[in-house]
């Protein structure tokens, strides 16, 4: 038997979707069939199907989901392009060992840029266990400046006051202190100490003066 | 052959050093037994509670090198109880109360507690070797019994262990008359180290040509290190963080430049990405690779760096070197055998690579047998492409982060495309799967993969006849190991004898109830049929329709098991 595998299958992925299951290539002996309601329906039989898997264990992000999410028919499985929105860990999965994934924690380093200021720098966000020892931290860093914090409480030095924000993995800035801290950390991708005047009431959207996303 | 002294075949014997081989030659007829027992040095126990030490000690009189391993490969994520077992103890113990004249022992996935290493400092007096891998229930006070009494150590080489740091103390017991060192690996402790013990104790030791340091080792002590110690041929970077503009950085780069033998370079687990041009010397004597701890290195700084490395045969790198790196690795380092590509972001996020990064490596790189890849998305054209682009592929595992995803253009099952893995490659072992996958795979699984011995299946397949065609086909498998996906009794027992040719078959999540298990049993004694129920113990012994959370089950000489904690039973 020689199966015809390669080109014949590049060529057919561009036929529409009645097409597709006549040109469909198989290694299978003659006579062996797959239903197309195997392929594209959803649960078959008992098999746990891996978003139901999440739900199992999602626990107190429940009331991050969305009512959709845990609402999806079981044929969204194959559709699902993303993982849930909340971000729920099955056990085991991904199949990383806790080492390795504890290696990657304790790296969380972020870019703080500071409106006015000519450099940026680093924090190890993974160093802090709370809001308030960031900003301290901050402060030192960038000691000619003062950051408001979450609390609205400010302390002046020379006048110039600043507001956290951070870019989280969504692409949006947000306001420091609005999540528990651990999430903070998960989610952040950097930070941006901003000119009171521009933060004025609204969470910014779109940054001005940042600097190129690499690294 | 049979008029040849027992020598001559001994000698002989000395030249196959393989286990495989030696088994194979224990196999031939009575006397190649005996002789090639009583004269096997290295042993090799794929699970520590398949045979009793005694009877390793017994058949093989001549020990000096054993490697043990312990849990089950599910255990690294997380889905084996914690204390399920894998202790190492007893065989120490056993080794010393029969004055077996131990030199080497390797580990891997066992617990090893302090007890455990004084005992094994103080019992062999040649032990050279100790090597353990993602092992834990040990101390730093136990390395320091290793580093106190074992005057002839030559590797100490710890691999992704938990270990409880005591703080540095411990590389101080190495004597000042020790200078026996070869290779040394505490990369994977978390504490602080005596720098000044560290440099003393490399100033010394001409030997060493391994040396994996910790993130508590900082750039200086590199640079003083690497003065010392031009010979080394695999280096383990701890923190790498300074000014590129000092004297010391000049240091380095004038200490790096004379490491010519350096061909294995891993860890910069703190690193100021500017400073690595310091390593570029070296980069074009490199054949292996490893960045995967190292999530500072990113985008350009990743690329710059790999278009040194033109002989990289082993490449360990996180998946933030995108697709686009991927392509640089696959124009710059031809000879490349092993790539692993890890998730930067190991919680269910995105990954960085596609299928793309793939096709692009296998086009590239013709040579590549051993791949890990983590990955968002993955195609079926792609599978195919790489299958016909490297047919020698030896170890193949895909990870996409979403397990059931499909085909990311056609939204089809990941079938074909792991059909065509397995049917061009003719030569793979290891595979394991992720993707929207039915029956189907596995009948290619079973019609194809002649010399697959491990299989790892994760939320796949439809029904029992998936499992089957894997059972039935895959005559050399040796692990079989299965969670989240559709397999019942009916697999389970459609060919029980099969299971005594295969070391273990992990099932978890899956539909085998606790009465086909029981029936397994029944009808092989020398299966160890383990379940683990984290539920209710007391209503589920009687109930046989009951599903079983986890099943492990291995072939044993043994008999049960004495130190299986509660919530494992042992039908």
């Known amino acids: 038997m020689s199966p015809e595998i390669g080109t014949h299958q ?48 999602l626990g107190s ?9 845990r609402n999806e028919s079981e044929n969204d499985v194959l559709t699902a392009a993303k993982p849930p929105a909340a971000k729920a860990q099955v056990v085991g999965w991904p199949p990383v060992r806790d080492y390795r994934k504890n290696a990657m924690k304790s790296c969380k380093y972020v870019k703080v840029a500071v409106d006015g200021a000519p450099y940026l720098r680093k924090v190890n966000l993974e160093m802090y266990n709370s809001y308030e020892q960031l900003l301290s ?3 030192d860093m960038f000691s000619c400046f003062t950051i408001r914090n979450y609390l609205n409480e400010r302390k002046m030095v020379n006048g110039v006051e600043n507001v956290p924000t951070y870019e989280d993995k969504d692409g949006d800035w947000m306001m420091l202190g609005d999540v528990p801290w651990k999430m903070f950390v998960e989610s952040c991708k950097r930070l941006r100490l901003m000119k009171s005047s521009e933060a004025n009431g609204l969470a910014p959207r779109t940054p001005s003066k940042c600097s190129s996303t690499s690294g | 052959m049979n008029y040849f002294p027992d020598e001559v075949l001994e000698h002989v014997f000395d030249f196959v050093t393989s286990s495989r081989d030696r088994n194979a030659l224990s196999q031939v007829c009575k006397s190649w037994y005996r002789i090639e027992s009583s004269s096997r040095q290295k042993v090799f126990i794929g699970n520590c509670y398949a045979i009793s030490p005694e009877r ?23 889905l084996v109880p914690h204390e399920w077992g894998g202790f190492v103890y007893p065989w120490i113990e056993a080794f010393a109360r029969n004055r077996v004249g131990l030199e080497e022992l390797r580990l891997k996935r066992m617990v090893v507690s302090d007890d455990s290493l004084e005992l094994l400092s103080r019992s062999f007096a040649n032990f050279k070797s100790l090597v353990l891998v993602s092992c834990e229930g040990f101390t730093t006070d136990g390395l320091a019994a290793i580093a106190a009494n074992c005057r002839c150590l030559r590797e100490l080489d710890l691999q992704e262990n938990e ?30 180290i005596n720098l000044g013990v560290l440099e003393r104790l490399v100033a010394r030791s001409p030997n060493l040509r391994s040396l994996r340091l910790n993130r508590a080792v900082p750039f200086d002590t590199l640079q003083k290190i690497l003065m010392q110690s031009p010979n080394l041929v695999d280096l383990g970077v701890g923190s790498y963080v300074h000014d590129p503009d000092s004297e010391t950085y000049d240091k380095l780069v004038t200490a790096i430049e004379k490491c010519k033998s350096v061909r294995s370079l891993s860890g910069f687990l703190d690193v100021a990405p500017h400073c690595l041009p310091a390593f570029h010397s070296i980069c074009p004597n490199l054949t292996s690779l490893n960045l995967s701890y190292a999530p500072g290195i990113q985008g350009g700084e990743l690329t710059k760096l790999i278009r040194h490395c033109r002989k990289l045969q082993r490449l360990w790198i996180l998946d933030c070197i995108g697709d686009k790196g991927l392509e640089v690795v696959a124009s710059t380092c031809k000879d490349l055998q092993e790539l692993r590509v890890f998730p930067s972001d190991p919680y269910i996020g995105h990954a960085a690579v596609t299928e793309e990064g793939l096709v692009a490596i296998s086009s590239g790189c013709p040579k590549l047998h051993s791949i890990l890849y983590f990955c968002q998305q993955m195609t079926n054209a792609a599978l195919i492409t790489v299958a016909k682009n490297c047919p020698n592929f030896i170890r193949f595992r895909l990870c996409i982060l979403d397990p059931t995803k499909p085909d990311a253009v056609t939204q089809q099952p990941l079938d074909e495309g792991f059909g065509a893995i397995v049917h061009s490659c003719r030569g793979l072992r290891r595979l394991s799967l992720t993707g929207l996958l039915t029956d189907q795979v ?4 079973g019609m194809y993969a002649e010399q697959l011995e491990m299989l790892s299946i994760a939320f796949a397949g439809d029904s029992d006849k998936g499992m089957q065609y894997v059972l039935n086909g895959c005559k050399r498998l040796r692990k079989l190991e299965i969670r989240d996906s559709p397999f019942g009794n009916g697999a389970l027992l459609m060919d029980v004898g099969k299971y005594e040719a295969m070391r273990s078959l992990w099932m978890s999540s899956c539909e085998v109830t606790l009465g086909g298990c029981k029936t397994l049993a029944k009808k092989m004694p020398r ?39 509660d919530f494992v039973w042992t039908l």
């Not at chain 2, 270990?163 to 690996?185: A, I, K, P, Y």
């Not at chain 2, 596995?442 to 699984?445: D, T």
């Open chain 2, 56 to 78: 390793v000690i017994e058949r093989f009189p001549a020990l000096k090198s054993i490697a043990l391993k312990g849990k089950p490969h599910f255990a690294d994520f997380n």
């Open chain 1, 61 to 69: 992000l429940r009331a991050d989901c969305s009512d959709k999410d």
């Open chain 1, 10 to 57: 590049l060529e057919s992925d561009t036929a529409g979707d009645m097409n597709f299951k006549e040109t469909e290539l198989t290694l299978a002996l003659p006579g062996e069939s797959r239903t197309l309601k195997e392929m594209n329906g959803g649960k078959i039989g008992t098999k746990r199907g891996f978003l139901e898997t999440v739900d199992l264990n």
């Open chain 1, 137 to 139: 931290a901050l402060e």
């Open chain 2, 527 to 565: 299966l160890n049929v383990e379940i683990m129920n984290e539920n209710e113990q007391t209503d589920f012994i009687f109930d046989d329709a009951q599903k079983v959370d986890k099943m492990y089950l291995y072939r044993t000489l043994a008999g049960q098991r004495k130190d299986a904690p």
């Open chain 2, 163 to 192: 270990v409880e740091d005591h703080r540095g103390h411990w590389l101080s017991c190495f004597h000042d008359s020790h200078t026996s060192l070869v290779s040394l690996n505490f990369a994977c402790l978390k504490g602080d």
């Open chain 2, 442 to 445: 596995f009948l290619y699984i």
